[in-house]
């Protein structure tokens, strides 16, 4: 793994670059104006389906766990958290790994085998992005008319059109790709063909051949319909209840007006956004995507009160998210698990 002191500072750097420039054109008045206008009562169902979310992942990890071991949604849950949290207070996305420590060093599985269905997981959860992303850039139409700027850069509303188009043939030319994959002959040959590849470095040629062989080995815990159908629903439904988030946290501000299908959008929006590099959180990246998505499906006008309010929307949910993350998947972690962060932070690393 790369030096995490390193990947700390440049993920930092990049998140303070992103809030100057989101905070620039932001009027402090205006921010401050909107954010005490939130009605604290919408905080209360944001939080109930926030958190069925997560336990929906718990069961879907059930899912894929079962060849490794036999385990109550409720068990896997305290790991899984205890995961989120360190990926929110650490850099690398520590808190993959350490959630597959914290259940193999608690029960009778191996880290390889429980960090190969985490694999697989977050690879289905990438499908289940690129499906939502054909379907929300299919059916949202943006203004053609629309102008915005983000320091230096200017987008209009037909760029984004022509870009959203081209980005729903990528995702489903992704999806056809990702379905090959399926046949173990294929992987196979995959390997193959990305470890010979001249002009890549071998870094890089080596972790996609072990990317490719994780999900080979997390593909043995699908061998049955009933897992795979059940995996499926429950990523479709993960991300369906992050987009109702999304739209109940629209309510709590007045004259704000969001569908389920925008909510999606905003969420679609919002995952493409932090998959730049950042500090801990997303801080920052997650805002950005926040505020365009408000933006360009016009359920904030694109003036600085608008910006301002899309902004204060974009803290709030984000806070509303990470903070209780942290605080219970922290007291799963040490009080639960019994494991300091300290040991999460040097264990995973050595295991990989």
């Not at 959203?164 to 294929?186: D, E, N, P």
Request: glycine share 6%.
């Amino acid at each position: 793994m790369k030096n995490p002191i390193v990947q700390l500072i440049i993920g930092i750097i990049i998140s303070a670059v992103v809030i100057y420039f989101t905070l620039k054109p932001i009027n402090m008045a205006d921010l401050w104006f909107a954010m005490k206008s939130f009605n604290w009562f919408w905080s209360i169902p944001f939080l109930i389906v926030t958190w069925i979310s997560f336990y929906a992942r718990a069961i879907r990890w059930r899912y894929l766990m079962k060849p490794i071991g036999e385990f109550k949604s409720s068990r896997l849950f305290s790991p899984m958290m205890a995961g989120f949290a360190i990926n929110s207070l650490l850099p690398m996305r520590i808190g993959e790994f350490a959630r597959a420590y914290v259940l193999a060093r608690k029960e009778a599985v191996t880290f390889t085998a429980t960090f190969a269905t985490i694999v697989v997981e977050r690879i289905f959860d990438s499908l289940m992005l690129l499906v939502l992303l054909v379907v929300v850039f299919t059916q949202i139409k943006i203004d053609p008319g629309l102008k915005l700027e983000y320091g230096p850069f200017q987008l209009t509303g037909e760029q984004l059109n022509q870009s959203s188009q081209k980005l729903a043939y990528l995702a489903i030319l992704m999806l056809v790709g990702a379905g090959f994959l399926i046949w173990s002959k294929t992987r196979e040959l995959m390997r193959g063909i990305v470890e010979k590849v001249p002009f890549a470095p071998q870094g890089i040629r080596m972790k996609i051949s072990q990317l490719i062989h994780n999900f080979s080995d997390g593909l043995h815990s699908l061998r049955d319909f009933k897992s795979v159908a059940m995996v499926i629903l429950t990523s479709l439904f993960v991300w369906i209840t992050v987009g109702l988030c999304m739209q109940i946290c629209a309510y709590a501000f007045p004259g704000m007006k969001m569908n389920l299908l925008q909510g999606i959008a905003i969420t679609v929006i919002t995952c493409v956004a932090i998959i730049i590099p950042a500090a801990p959180g997303y801080w920052g990246l997650m805002e950005l995507g926040m505020l365009f998505g408000l933006i360009v499906m016009n359920i904030v006008p694109n003036t600085p009160e608008g910006k301002a309010t899309a902004l204060a929307y974009a803290f709030i949910n984000h806070s509303l998210q990470i903070f209780p993350i942290i605080g219970y998947g922290l007291y799963c972690l040490i009080w639960k698990e019994r494991i300091s962060i300290g040991e999460i932070a040097h264990k995973p690393e050595e295991a990989v």
